[in-house]
């Protein structure tokens, strides 16, 4: 149970955000209380052994780190580091493919188009979408600008038009001739959301944009040690400045006057025992779950549903598989991101499929192996025998099409993705895969609704709703966090500016309660 009956600041859910915004606040010399409904901390971003009797830590859930800003690293003096990947994307295309990576880009586009112009046509968009980034990713831990302040602030007519005011395809179908390049240009816009490249609400230009803007560079990082080894890294410096963290307590209500507010709370009993209530004050409540959560708590209209369309699943294979491209090394090929049925009008076929209400006849997907960058999540046995991790994350797949037997649906849509990343190989994905205690195939998959149940994340959405815009309207407050309520802020990733493993909603919550 909480140690006091009042604190200078509770929070609720223990997240990476959550756990952000605790460790500020503590080290500011505020006391903080931190109520996490499960019996870790972490939420999404945590390591697990999934697969009983064997030595593997995989990051479970999210599993990249690009959006974390190194300021927030040295800040919080966190014992944490992150690896670069040797190669960013390769894409198999018949007995060849597209391999991205230094020194190797210009080589192999040439190969696959047959010229230097879809080169120079890379070479020139993603120079824009670093410069965005470099002007861009720094002040996403300083209060919102304006739109007008930001396209100031950007100062680059062609990248605003291309991020923010016209659909993303337009800009790929104008700069891009292949198919291949197009669709691997066109997956950043897509990754845990579900629409066209001509969508006019713009929702996949947002996502295209938090993907391309990461520590003004883009790039996307391994977390060494596992996506666990941060948020553990957090709790440690958050109780060490002197919050309390308290596992097992689930918030159920918050009532506030704006200046002060009270926080029930329920902590399970045992087998024989019945639950326990409880309740604390605070002078302000920082809610690290989802807006529709944050409703759920003041008794008030949840926001419009929001639906993860995304399939997760781990891997550990006993050995990498053979490629049918033979020019390429496993090794290579999976240390990046590997794309699978991601071809332009592959894309928009599985998008038209899904919005129907079929799964995909071809499951896009891209996969990565991150032991190869990170050794360290693999026991020595696992790692001395040449094991490796998989993490396949699937496009495409919204939560509406599991709702009639998740399962069933789950079971199918595997088989089907696993398939096609078959078609691909020189061998069966399932000859490499290694086996658990009890001789069971080391694979887990999980679909939105998996993910509802599991973290409460609505719809399954790993973004918490769609992203928005990282500049301030009317209903944004002056650092993205803000409610109806003075003294009660969002800090989840379905803040403005929010989504991904960044820690930035933390910061400015807590930046927000300390009148930075």
Same mark, same amino acid.
């Given at each position: ?141 300083? *209060? ?14 062609? $990248? ?22 197009? !669709? ?33 560079? @883009? ?23 002197? $919050? ?28 024989? $025992? ?23 708590? +003041?008794?008030?209209?949840? *926001? ?11 891997? +550990? ?46 499951? *896009? ?93 609505? !719809? ?34 379905? $803040?403005?500016?929010?989504? @991904? ?16």
């Amino acid at each position: 149970m909480p140690a006091h009956l009042s604190y200078d600041v509770v929070i609720v859910g223990g997240g990476h955000n959550g756990l952000v915004a605790a460790a500020y606040l503590a080290r500011a010399g505020r006391s903080v209380l931190v109520l996490e409904r499960l019996g870790n901390t972490g939420g999404a971003a945590v390591s697990a052994r999934p697969f009983e009797g064997v030595d593997a830590r995989l990051s479970r859930y999210s599993y990249l780190v690009s959006l974390l800003p190194r300021k927030i690293v040295r800040e919080l003096g966190l014992r944490f580091a992150v690896r670069k990947r040797t190669v960013s994307s390769y894409t198999p295309l018949g007995d060849g493919g597209l391999l991205v990576g230094e020194g190797r880009t210009r080589a192999s586009l040439a190969v696959l188009t047959g010229g230097e112009r879809e080169y120079a046509a890379w070479r020139d968009f993603y120079g824009m979408t670093r410069r965005a980034a470099e002007r861009i990713f720094p002040i996403l831990t300083e *209060p919102l600008l304006t739109r007008d302040e930001l396209r100031a602030h950007l100062d680059d007519a062609t $990248a605003w038009r291309t991020l923010f005011e016209e659909p993303i395809g337009v800009a790929v179908e104008e700069r891009f001739r292949h198919d291949l390049v197009r !669709g691997v240009v066109l997956t950043d816009a897509l990754i845990g959301t579900f629409a066209d490249a001509h969508d006019p609400s713009l929702v996949q230009n947002r996502c295209f944009l938090y993907h391309v803007i990461g520590g003004g560079t @883009g790039d996307w990082d391994v977390p060494v040690g596992g996506m666990g080894a941060l948020t553990d890294a957090l709790a440690d410096t958050a109780r060490s400045a002197g $919050a309390e963290i308290v596992t097992g307590h689930e918030a159920t209500r918050v009532d506030t006057d704006g200046a002060t507010a009270e926080v029930a709370f329920r902590t399970p009993g045992g087998p024989a $025992a019945d639950p326990t209530d409880g309740t604390v004050t605070a002078r302000h409540v920082l809610v690290n779950a989802s807006p529709q959560a944050l409703a759920d708590l +003041l008794g008030e209209e949840r *926001p419009p549903a929001a639906e993860g369309a995304q399939l997760k699943v781990n891997m +550990l294979l006993r050995r990498l598989p053979r490629l049918r491209d033979a020019s390429v090394d496993p090794r290579e090929a999976f240390a990046g991101t590997f794309h699978v049925a991601e071809g332009y009008e592959q894309l928009a076929t599985a998008y038209q499929e899904a919005a129907a209400g079929r799964l995909p006849t071809a499951p *896009p997907s891209e996969i990565y192996c991150h032991s190869l960058t990170d050794p360290s999540i693999l026991g020595p046995d696992l790692a001395g025998s040449g094991h490796h991790t998989l993490t396949l994350f699937g496009l495409h797949t919204p939560a509406r099409l599991f709702a009639e037997d998740n399962d069933a649906v789950r079971a199918r849509l595997l088989a089907a993705t696993l398939d096609q990343l078959d078609q691909r190989l020189a061998e069966p994905i399932a000859d490499c895969l290694a086996l658990d205690a009890h001789g069971r195939p080391c694979v887990e998959a999980r679909t939105p609704l998996d993910l509802e149940r599991d973290l409460r994340l609505p !719809g399954g959405h790993i973004f918490h709703r769609d992203l928005a815009f990282p500049y301030a309207t009317e209903e944004t407050g002056r650092w993205g966090v803000e409610t109806a309520h003075a003294n009660v802020l969002l800090c989840g990733a379905g $803040a403005v500016r929010g989504g @991904g493993v960044s820690g930035v909603p933390g910061h400015n919550a807590a930046m927000s309660v300390l009148g930075r």
